[in-house]
């Protein structure tokens, strides 16, 4: 397939229902090009006199811009863009239309919906034209922006995971960091972890961080986020290269900074940056706080949902969760239910929590307290400081059943 020439010039196909009717243009679009793209210039490579011949040019010659008339032998113009927008859909179409027709609104409508990327009049001033033909052509860059991999190659797609529970005290903020930073060592420079519940101040304690900045402060940009002002209020842990947005102190959630109107579109474009920047987005969620964990949930590929076996409440209390999370259209196969800190003298069973819960345990990770509690003490993950303790090889099992989820959706996506 023939693609823009290599010299860099605009490769065009013009129109022109009369021998002869396209030379002036032809002259003064060579010298506006000239002139204006420093040594650029244009290729006229073919010139067509009907619709049909306009059509067959553009799907088998492939120029970067096609110009047609509205009102063209034997096929319309219309027509011709249609069967080009679906033959040679990269190809842009600029329809050329009579001002009189022009100035009624349906036939720049009629245009567009046949897939025309413009419409000029014959009056349009050729500096004008030489413009929208340049700025056409270099559509086609938008093939090396990284957006554009992110779009259409299912293994860069984003993935955004909440780990959360019904109760405190349970091991979330333990999985959140030992998985995201297993995630910052696998995938360098991908994985961040935002501290939805800075209470405790857990997060940065277990990484052993002194966040500047924390996610209250980011709510003072909001209607105005750009990745710039997110990067700069997140943290780095060395080690891994895991970046963290740090929780408010004391509260939970964006700590009450912004009217409850403001939460959501807040949260949006928080989540929607920073999965253009970063291929996994960890939230640690905590519970019960509506809304706003509501909508995390919703923007969330995969939850982890982590439960205890201690106490009957704390069954009752992750069954209840989990109904509500599906009762809210949420998949199941999209929520994996994770026993944390399970011993053998825990007072339930996982048939327990399966019953109450309706859902499939995926793994257990065993309580272990002498890993768990020193790794914390000195800010150190368990995954790198103890990759060999219990709760470290858990750690390890829950990462491949997220990474097989992804590959299966991965699977999926894959065109066909
Ligand atoms: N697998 C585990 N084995 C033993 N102790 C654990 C384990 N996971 C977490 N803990 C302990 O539980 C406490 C609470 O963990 P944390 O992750 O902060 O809970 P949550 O975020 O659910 O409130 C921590 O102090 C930690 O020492
Ligand atoms: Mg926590």
Do not use: C, W
């Not at 553009?58 to 069967?83: F, H, K, N, T």
């Not at 001033?125 to 929208?132: D, G, N």
């Not at 509501?294 to 069954?315: H, W």
């Amino acid at each position: 397939m023939a693609r823009s020439s290599s010299n860099g010039n605009i490769r065009i196909v013009l129109t022109e229902p009369q021998p002869g009717a396209s030379d002036q243009l032809q002259a003064q679009l060579a010298e506006h090009l000239g002139m204006e793209r420093n040594g650029g210039n244009i290729d006229v490579v073919a010139v067509a006199h009907d619709g049909l011949e306009a059509a067959q040019m553009a799907a088998q010659l492939r120029p970067d811009v096609i110009l047609l008339d509205e009102e063209m032998p034997g096929m319309s113009g219309y027509e011709a863009v249609s069967l080009i927008s679906l033959a040679a859909p990269d190809v842009a179409s600029v329809l050329m239309v009579n001002e009189s027709r022009v100035e009624r609104g349906d036939i720049t409508a009629r245009a567009l919906r046949a897939g025309a990327r413009a419409v000029v009049t014959p009056s349009t001033r050729p500096e004008a034209l030489a413009e929208l033909l340049v700025e056409l052509s270099e559509l086609q860059m938008g093939r090396s922006r990284p957006e554009y991999e992110l779009v259409t190659n299912p293994a860069k797609m984003p993935v955004t995971i909440s780990i959360t529970g019904a109760k405190g005290g349970i091991g979330k903020s333990f999985t959140s960091v030992n998985l995201a930073v297993s995630f910052a060592r696998k995938y360098p420079g991908q994985t961040v972890l935002i501290d939805f519940y800075g209470q405790y101040g857990n997060v940065p304690l277990m990484l052993d961080l002194h966040p500047n900045y924390n996610i209250g402060e980011l709510t003072a940009f909001a209607g105005e986020l750009d990745s710039t002002i997110i990067e700069t209020h997140l943290s780095t842990h060395q080690e891994s290269g895991l970046k963290v947005l740090a929780g408010v102190p004391g509260s939970a959630g964006v700590g009450g900074r912004l009217p409850e109107e403001q939460e959501i579109p807040f949260l949006a474009d928080l989540i929607g940056l920073l999965r253009r920047q970063y291929r996994y987005v960890f939230f640690d969620v905590p519970p019960l706080i509506g809304r706003a964990s509501d909508y995390v949930y919703s923007r969330s590929q995969f939850i982890v949902l982590v439960s205890a076996l201690m106490d009957l409440s704390a069954v009752r209390d992750t069954a209840t969760l989990y109904q509500q999370l599906t009762a809210s259209r949420i998949a199941p196969e999209r929520i994996k239910l994770v026993v944390s800190r399970y011993a053998r003298s825990d007072e339930l069973s996982v048939e327990d929590l399966e019953q109450a819960s309706g859902a499939k345990v995926a793994l257990t990770i065993p309580d272990d307290p002498q890993a768990a509690i020193s790794s914390i003490n000195e800010g150190s993950p368990a995954v790198t400081s103890r990759p060999n303790s219990p709760v470290a090889r858990g750690i390890g099992e829950l990462v491949g059943i997220l990474e097989n989820a992804m590959a299966a959706e991965r699977q999926r996506r894959q065109p066909v």
